[in-house]
T-cell receptor, first 118, second 114 residues
């Protein structure tokens, strides 16, 4: 069965420091995609970054990077130089051949609440 | 700029009422989704649609139905609202065909059933 695990319910980070949010996944699909979303207190889910299972390099988008370790089935999000506006819930999600596929369904983790301290 | 809109940000309904939540996307996406989000449970898929008039049950379809008569519009219906349906409801859309297509979300509707 497909599963996403985020073991950190909440985290604190000092402004301007880097922070890593953990995500592990379980799937038997040979091909899959991994996503990270941010949800500020306003409620809207914002797409941050994507990693394909066959991508040779770790994905990066501005201050966001994905530390993808396929053998360990982990896809941790790294935020560099944290800003106050980074305070939000962060969700890891996955789509595989047998769950989602071309129909686009995602499985979400339960999220990590990040608080950035000034 | 891509856009998914939901008909209401906040909604208060009484037990037993029929409730309609509307979602519209302007990106010509094939796929549309309804999730509910509860503290500690993350996002759970209620229903999704991969084409007009097509629908599939998600993980928690009980007590809900959906309608997709036009490609851009996907409605979630609570036939007889109950207090355990008090939640945040999120609509999303995406292209179909590959693993890498992200979902775009609307702002959410916070529904309270009293």
């Amino acid at each position: 069965a497909q599963k996403i695990t985020q073991t950190q319910p909440g985290m604190f980070v000092q402004e301007k420091e880097a922070v890593t949010l953990d995500c592990t996944y379980d799937t038997s699909d040979p091909s899959y995609g991994l996503f990270w979303y941010k949800q500020p207190s306003s409620g809207e889910m914002i797409f941050l970054i994507y990693q394909g299972s066959y991508d040779q390099q770790n994905a990066t988008e501005g201050r966001y990077s994905l530390n993808f370790q396929k053998a360990r089935k982990s896809a941790n999000l790294v935020i560099s130089a944290s800003q106050l506006g980074d305070s939000a819930m962060y969700f890891c999600a996955m789509r595989g051949q047998n769950y989602g596929g071309s129909q686009g369904n995602l499985i979400f983790g339960k999220g990590t609440k990040l608080s950035v301290k000034p | 700029d891509v856009k998914v809109t939901q008909s209401s940000r906040y909604l208060v309904k009484r037990t037993g009422e029929k409730v309609f939540l509307e979602c519209v996307q302007d990106m010509d996406h094939e796929n549309m989704f309804w999730y509910r989000q509860d503290p500690g449970l993350g996002l759970r898929l209620i229903y999704f649609s991969y084409d007009v008039k097509m629908k599939e049950k998600g993980d928690i379809p009980e007590g809900y139905s959906v309608s997709r008569e036009k490609k851009e519009r996907f409605s979630l219906i609570l036939e007889s609202a109950s207090t355990n349906q008090t939640s945040m409801y999120l609509c999303a859309s995406s292209r179909s065909g590959a693993f890498g297509y992200e979902q775009y979300f609307g702002p959410g509707t916070r529904l309270t059933v009293t």
